[in-house]
């Protein structure tokens, strides 16, 4: 009798099932790997339809942060930055005037109405040129209030016809204290200052009103034209002008001067004004 053959037991269903399963996922999962990989390599040659972003290595090693300011735009060209400038500074206009001085706030010395003398620079220790509120308080300490002050007025009006755009006049007795806001030889442009007196006769009249005043050498109103012109000189006195007759003038270096009228050319006749400054013509 043959010996008889051994067999192996067949294999069941469902483990041939599970075994079919396993290949195919390992198949599958192996394929998607070779996916990825062949998707990675593309995209690092810019074929593919993802943007490949980069940022530029820092000097520690890392990836420095994007800064806003250095933002590229299309086509690879640089947002433009604003340059941080300083606050824009106003045009001067050439046509505007430079302002005047603030008002004077010393205290003058006082002085006495002796001490002021009819010069071609100004009113004694008064100079042309002395500033509006100063001459007023320096004279009302020596003369005393005003006897009429116009205010300031417009320049050209008929009773002041000075120079500058603004005058005023303040009176005490024969004396007529002249203030502009220049320019004029002694104040810049919008400057309230004094720059001219005209002491002179009431009409009629040998003595002036009000305060006594003299020249520095002692020629006071009322004098005669043979005593002026012995202080001054011959060459001092003009008998020939033709719009005020005989008069006095005293000249001196840089701006300046003093002028008298006479009541006639005669030796005899005598001072009846001194005007010292540019003068007005009202």
């Known amino acids: 009798m043959p010996p008889s053959r051994r067999t192996s037991p067949p294999i069941q269903t469902w483990q041939r099932r599970v075994l079919v399963t396993l290949g195919t996922l390992v198949v599958i999962m192996a394929a998607l790997a070779v996916g990825l990989i062949i998707r990675n390599a593309l995209g690092s040659f810019g074929l593919t339809d993802q943007p490949v972003t980069s940022q530029p290595p820092s000097s520690d090693g890392g ?3 994007p800064d806003p300011s250095t933002d590229t ?30 008002p004077a706030t010393f205290v003058e010395e006082d002085i ?58 303040v009176t005490w007795g024969s004396l007529n204290v002249f203030f502009s806001d220049g ?8 400057s309230e200052h004094f720059f001219s007196f005209l002491y002179s006769l009431p009409e009629g009249a040998t003595s002036p009103a ?37 008069i006095l003038e005293v000249n001196v270096p840089g701006p300046g001067y003093l002028q008298g009228t006479f009541t006639g050319p005669s030796e005899g006749d005598y001072l009846r004004s001194l005007q010292g400054g540019t003068g007005c013509r009202g």
């Open 210 to 246: 009000g305060p006594s005043l003299r020249t520095s050498e002692g020629l006071q109103l009322g004098d005669t034209l043979s005593r002026s012109s012995s202080i001054y000189g011959e060459s001092s006195i003009s008998r020939d002008d033709p719009a005020r007759g005989t």
């Open 63 to 65: 990836t420095a942060n």
């Open 183 to 190: 320019p004029t030889d002694w104040g810049p442009n919008l």
């Open 73 to 102: 735009g299309p086509a690879g060209t640089q947002a433009p930055t604003t340059p941080a400038t300083n606050p824009p500074t106003p045009a001067t206009d050439a046509s505007t005037p430079s302002l005047p001085p603030p």
């Open 112 to 169: 006495r109405a002796s001490d002021l003398r009819l010069q071609p620079e100004g009113l004694g220790p008064i100079p042309f040129g002395t500033q509006f509120d100063r001459t007023l308080l320096v004279l009302t300490r020596a003369l005393g209030l005003p006897d009429a002050d116009s205010g300031w007025l417009p320049a050209e009006v008929e009773e002041l016809q000075c120079p500058g755009t603004r005058a005023r006049r």
